[in-house]
């Protein structure tokens, strides 16, 4: 396909910084970063959507993941095994990305979302600080499972795979907001990876786009680790509602179209 105009490669940078920005944060980048794609690139395949965006997001990830690596030292006992299967899982995902509709995902991850949404907004208390529900083997079993199912969807499709992470983290282990989000960027960053294991040999990735959008996210990322750290965990519980919200009315709206 042509390159695109100097003003959607602006556009698209611009998106990238912001996605990049609220993904280090809590998640949900892709809300942003994915719809800009399809609307900036309309002659792309899906496949080619997913696979520039994953580019996009894996240079903002190393970002933020670094920086929460230095600032707030999450436990690798926890993230080590997290990423890995996180990693197995969006190879999985990644491969049959192209054969799974859209639509089969959609009423779902709605689901998914409205109970996560309503279940934080009810517990106002969860996620403030650390109070893990498990210990030993158990905890890393866990971490494990929650790694290898949403790095699945990561690399099948992708948007909320941030938060997912964080929920998960919050209310399945126990961890702080704070904490959660630093081992989220760790087990987002290992599903792009995934996925780009896959994508990449495909010659799936529109290169320029996304290592320009990458430049972009990668900035943001840096930004949004360092507001989450000094802004703390009642911070970040609140722009994770606010995300949340946002993914609820998009993929409800998408949902309700495809019905009518």
């Known amino acids: 396909m042509d390159d695109p105009s100097l003003l959607t490669f602006v556009l698209l940078a611009l998106a990238g910084l912001l996605a990049g920005w609220i993904d280090a944060v809590v998640g949900g980048g892709g809300l942003i970063q994915l719809p800009a794609l399809l609307v900036g690139l309309p002659g792309a395949s899906p496949v080619q959507v997913l696979a520039t965006n994953k580019i996009a ?91 290898a199912v949403i790095g699945f969807y990561d690399g099948a499709l992708g948007p909320g795979t941030g938060s997912f992470f964080v929920f998960t983290l919050v209310g399945l282990l126990g961890y702080s907001f704070l904490e959660a989000s630093a081992k989220a960027r760790m087990a987002n960053w290992a599903t792009n990876v995934g996925a780009l294991v896959v994508f990449i040999p495909q010659g799936a990735v529109l290169w320029k786009v996304g290592l320009v959008m990458g430049a972009c996210n990668l900035l943001g990322g840096y930004l949004g680790a360092r507001t989450a750290v000094a802004k703390g965990a ?27």
């Open 57 to 147: 997001s894996v240079m903002g990830t190393s970002a933020s993941s670094l920086t929460y690596y230095r600032q707030v030292g999450p436990d690798p006992r926890t993230f080590v095994p997290l990423m890995l299967l996180a990693f197995a899982g969006s190879v999985g995902g990644a491969v049959l990305a192209s054969h799974i509709p859209k639509e089969a995902f959609d009423p779902i991850v709605l689901v998914a979302l409205v109970l996560v949404g309503a279940y934080v907004l009810l517990k106002p208390s969860i996620g403030l600080l650390t109070s893990l529900r498990f210990s030993g083997h158990r905890h890393t079993l866990a971490a494990m499972a929650a790694g």
């Open 234 to 260: 009642g911070f970040v519980r609140a722009l994770f509602v606010v995300v949340v919200g946002a993914f609820v009315v998009k993929i409800g709206s998408d949902v309700v179209g495809a019905l009518w």
